[in-house]
């Protein structure tokens, strides 16, 4: 494992693992119904020139996720051609931009090694690794709330402006990406984490930050597309503000007509859980090995 830590080693990794991803998704064709849905989104996208409202089919809009992916999908079918590597390589971006933000995060609250052990780590998980040459919006959200929650911490002792406000920028992303979950997986830590450290800690980090201008800069963001939305197709903000974050979740058999219902995403959470667990227990047993082979040669003496 040391090798690993060195500055040429790990760069070694990164360019490998990168360079294995993006030959998955020049051979690799669309795998699933999500690729393949996201995909045809973003294709109608180009060919209609519509960038407000995402579409299932030219007469059956898709109100199931704000279209930040969707955007960059099309971007990249404009830039590369409608292929698969195109379609996928926003995601594989976005993953190399919350690797950026896991480094600086890093580097500016431990060791370059503790550095290249966070990046390596996330960039190595199972999800995270599927995920960023995947047709997916999760690399957007895991993004924003990524910087999100790293500008929160960091807003005190780095007061640059990509901390200051890269705490709201992170919440816009994740506004545009996945909706309301994002703010979600944002506040939650920081409101467990602030209870933990209510001493004066918690108070230090909250107040380093421009709430005002930055809360300003979120809406002007974010906001714009949710009214062109319902604006342009009347019923957008129900089905998904209240449809897709409660009924799901409360009224069985609710589908939505391309929602998934409350028992799927139960099965799908079960599904990511289980490959995500999978990474855990591999590094838990080698850790595991790593402190008996430690303890084994202490015993010994020299």
Not at 16 to 21: F, K, M, P, S
Not at 220 to 247: C, Q, S, V
Request: net charge positive; glycine share 8%; aromatic share 14%.
């Amino acid at each position: 494992m040391r090798i690993l830590l060195h500055r040429t080693g790990f760069i070694w990794i990164i360019v490998v693992l990168v360079a294995l991803r993006i030959l998955g998704m020049v051979l690799v064709p669309l795998t699933d119904t999500t690729e393949a849905r996201y995909a045809e989104i973003a294709r109608l996208m180009v060919t209609t020139n519509d960038w407000i409202t995402p579409w299932f089919k030219p007469d059956v809009p898709f109100w199931g996720k704000p279209p930040l992916a969707f955007w960059m999908e099309a971007l990249s079918f404009k830039a590369f051609g409608i292929n698969e590597f195109a379609v996928r390589l926003p995601s594989l971006l976005a993953t190399l931009a919350t690797s950026w933000v896991i480094w600086r995060f890093a580097l500016l609250t431990g060791t370059t090694r503790t550095a290249r052990n966070a990046v390596l780590i996330y960039i190595t998980t199972a999800l995270a690794y599927v995920a960023s040459g995947a047709v997916m919006t999760d690399p957007f959200l895991t993004l924003g709330v990524t910087w999100s929650l790293a500008a929160f911490y960091l807003a005190p002792t780095a007061p640059r402006w990509y901390w200051r406000y890269g705490f709201f920028l992170g919440l816009a992303i994740g506004l545009l990406a996945k909706g309301p979950l994002a703010l979600i997986l944002t506040f939650a830590p920081i409101v467990i984490w602030s209870f933990i450290h209510r001493s004066g800690t918690a108070q230090c980090h909250i107040k380093a930050l421009p709430w005002l201008k930055g809360s300003l800069l979120t809406l002007l963001i974010g906001l714009p597309w949710y009214i062109a939305a319902e604006l342009k197709t009347p019923g957008f903000l129900n089905y998904f503000i209240i449809g897709e974050h409660f009924m799901r979740f409360i009224q069985p058999g609710w589908g939505g007509g391309g929602g998934r219902s409350v028992r799927q995403c139960a099965q799908a959470s079960q599904r990511h859980y289980l490959a995500a667990m999978a990474d855990g227990v591999l590094s838990l047993g080698f850790d595991c090995h790593r402190i008996a082979s430690w303890q084994n040669g202490c015993s010994a003496g020299p």
